[in-house]
């Protein structure tokens, strides 16, 4: 995604072009001295719980019921929802793939991550620990030594043909992520996207669980054609299962974790076989309603899961385990296709997590649509913000915005610090980027062609 777009053409679907900013460089050194980690902090000022959103290849964070709000990560590659490893260590992994020159980025000035795409391992403290997770091939930046199976475009650039967008751990601690490949906003909507996964403890060895059937360089490549429909931001039912959001299609595929292999040897060659997989649909939308789902994420107040959508109206609904519609819970309004972009104060939900409390926080991409043409619809530059939702007895209020000002975030994740080590700085916090203020940086490119490495480069 950052780096490319979603083409702002035909809305049948989504008009949705990832207009991409920039941010100002920050100050690393007090965020990378240390262990950081919640754990490392008196247990009088740990927080009841953190929320954590990325912003174009930074990821910050509000610590609450204090409301202070700083970053983990400054702006280096991070382009997806970041997830905490189940582990108790605080890492914690997020989608990457190269900040290019173009994009005004002070993380475009730091060496780049090898292979050019992956899913990036994190240290409590918000340091990159130098080990990215990829499925391997021959593709790669110069300089580099590690290869993947993702070609650049006829441009050269390796942000368009696969983004590692959602994720989410498995109840064996395995990860699941999702691949969007080309599905920038296109309509009809490609289905080369992937569903991939990465075993632990070690986290190196790769499995393509679901992807494309025909064409594309290589087996399963996201360049072909039958695989996922533009997959987004993902969670467990309460007995495991996994609900993988696909736009494309309008429906939330249900997979049972007992069919996805238990380790390497039950992956040949790197590819799942398709019968060994058992999926089911947990959730259809259709034109009306839940048109474009994003994201789901589980209501910890009523065991239900909430699903959301870019456009149409409402916004984001509540359905039990079984993909019904949840009884007292009255859905999120939102925008119709007619409406779209219409109103400056309107939201376009995408990755959404829920507080131990029942808070809901989700991003907006915020699509604005010049001289009311849908045509010319598309995300607003510095327009993407963190909202926030209470509830009473089922009804939301009123979003109210967290931070905002930022070019196109994707999710939200919370950390509860009472049952795991959350990730957390180390040394004082610096405040999110967000605004013009993300612009200044020369669109030069890293000064070496050597591949980065632990730290912050």
């Not at 929802?81 to 005004?104: E, I, K, N």
């Not at 475009?108 to 130098?130: R, T, V």
């Not at 997770?133 to 993947?148: A, D, M, S």
């Amino acid at each position: 995604m950052r780096g490319a777009r979603w083409g702002a053409g035909a809305l049948a679907v989504a008009a949705l072009s990832l207009v991409v900013g920039t941010l100002t460089p920050v100050p690393s050194g007090a965020l990378t001295s240390g262990r950081g980690g919640t754990a490392g902090l008196p247990r009088s000022e740990r927080p009841g719980y953190l929320v954590y959103w990325d912003q174009n290849e930074e990821v910050d964070f509000l610590s609450m019921p204090s409301g202070k709000q700083g970053i983990l990560m400054p702006p280096w590659d991070l382009n997806g929802q970041m997830c905490v490893v189940p582990d108790g260590s605080g890492r914690w992994v997020g989608g990457y793939d190269p900040t290019l020159p173009g994009q005004h980025n002070p993380g475009g000035l730091l060496p780049y991550k090898q292979p050019p795409i992956g899913e990036e391992l994190d240290g409590a403290n918000g340091a990159f620990s130098g080990q990215t997770l990829y499925v391997p091939g021959p593709f790669k930046l110069p300089g580099e030594t590690i290869g993947g199976d993702s070609p650049p475009d006829s441009t050269g650039s390796f942000n368009a043909t696969s983004t590692y967008t959602g994720c989410v751990f498995t109840r064996h601690r395995d990860l699941l992520a999702t691949d969007i490949a080309t599905a920038q906003g296109q309509f009809p909507v490609p289905s080369d996207g992937r569903l991939v996964e990465w075993f632990a403890p070690s986290y190196k060895q790769s499995c393509i669980i679901i992807g494309p059937t025909a064409g594309g360089v290589g087996a399963h490549h996201v360049d072909g054609s039958g695989g996922l429909s533009q997959p987004g931001m993902m969670d467990l039912a309460a007995n495991g299962d996994v609900l993988l959001p696909e736009a494309g299609v309008q429906e939330v595929l249900r997979i049972d974790p007992a069919s996805l292999p238990s380790g390497p040897d039950a992956c040949p060659g790197g590819e799942y076989p398709a019968a060994g997989l058992k999926t089911s649909v947990f959730f259809k939308g259709n034109g009306t309603l839940m048109p474009f789902p994003g994201g789901v994420a589980t209501d910890p107040t009523c065991g239900c899961i909430a699903i959301s959508s870019f456009f149409g109206d409402p916004a984001i609904i509540w359905v039990n385990q079984e993909g019904q519609p949840e009884p007292g819970r009255t859905p999120l309004p939102g925008q119709t296709l007619a409406e779209l972009g219409r109103n400056p104060a309107a939201y376009n939900p995408f990755g959404m997590a829920f507080a131990p409390d029942g808070t809901l926080f989700f991003v907006d991409i915020h699509i604005a649509c010049a001289h009311n043409e849908l045509s010319q619809c598309g995300t607003a530059s510095y327009g993407g913000r963190v909202m926030k939702v209470t509830f009473d007895h089922g009804r939301p209020g009123t979003p109210v915005v967290v931070h905002g000002g930022f070019d196109f975030p994707t999710s939200v994740t919370v950390c509860v610090p009472s049952k795991q080590d959350c990730p957390y700085p180390a040394g004082r916090l610096h405040a999110p980027n967000s605004g013009p203020a993300e612009n200044p940086s020369p669109a030069k490119g890293p000064p070496t062609d050597k591949p980065a490495i632990a730290g912050f480069g």
